[in-house]
């Protein structure tokens, strides 16, 4: 099976609870983060301002002030780059055993148990309000946002009005520009400070605005919702209270590996060859957070690994190239050891590795493909 990267971008996934403002003085781009690319700040765009225009009276009609919307759209735009994304979200596809040397990297895993070792007693509360294991809790955070260190600095408001205009999902855009609004009117978030990633997702767990207006829970007790806060206890809270209304039962697991033990429910095999697992009504759960099999397989097993559970014990077959995810970690190795970096060994082929591997292929005088095989890793060996 291929697995669509639909927000591989932020954490792992950028899509979260629904599918994925930093606002600065008129004609200035000053207070945008230095690391945002140019595609990712406003450029001039005359339909889109007619559309903002036209925008105005649909959102007063529906309760927005006039104040919020001038303060929301200061220095809000048409953001180039948010298209570009959105466009191109079939181009990155992987099968089950990428997503999880991904999603259950050694790095992540290791992060993972170290947040819930800092939060445990505020994920332990939280587990006893809402009865979602905090390791379930834990794992969405990071693959959200890698346990908050990428939460996204798109300003929401020119992301959401981005899409909005453009018009693929227009009305599912503008529904979430009205929810961004809200909360700003609301009084959770400055505009100022309302940023997530491109497709307007937001704050640890990573949560469209939308969800954020309807689960978003104020766990500290300081009179607001604040899911972007560095104290991540209002963001794993509210995906708690998310999970629970949609059925999360208490004390029963995710599911597991076949033959891994536990409650016996629907065996998938989401890649042909690989892994079967036995999911129960919780893993159906999960999956209303993200629809995807692979999210929440990525989740509940990145959750047991946390919890101090190793590997797979299944194997997965060879890729389409005949190489074993062994094989591939070999001919990274070896790429970089020649001065081909490949950015990491982890056996996922991505934009790195296709460049050290063209790199390489042009410095013998071999076809310049970037495509890794049996052939070239006998090459390199």
Known sequence: MQINRRRFGQGLMSVGLAACSRPFPDGQSSNLPAALPDDLRPAANGDYDAWVASFRGRATAQGIFPATLSTAFRGAGFLPGVVTRDRNQTEFQRTLED?????????????????LARHRSTLNAIEARYGVDAHIITAIW???????????????????????????????FERELIAALRIVQNGDILASRMTGSWAG??????????????????????????IWSEDPSDALATTAAYLQRHGWTRGVRWGGEVGSGGPSGTVIQPQPGGPRFDTTSNFRVIKRYNPSDAYAIGVGHLADRIGGAGPLRGSFPPDENGLTKADRITLQKRLTALGYDTQGADGVIGRNTESAIRAYQASRGLPVTGTPSQALLLNLL
């Open 99 to 115: 997503y999880l040397s991904i999603a259950a990297s050694d790095e992540r895993v290791a992060k993972g148990r170290q947040a």
């Open 142 to 172: 990071g693959l959200e946002s890698f346990y908050g260190e990428r939460q996204g600095q798109i300003p929401v408001i020119s992301a959401t009005s981005t899409l909005a205009f453009e018009g693929r999902r227009g009305r599912y």
């Open 201 to 226: 997702a937001m704050g640890h767990t990573q949560c469209m605005p939308t969800v954020y207006q309807e689960y978003a829970v104020d766990f500290t007790g300081n009179g607001r919702r604040d």
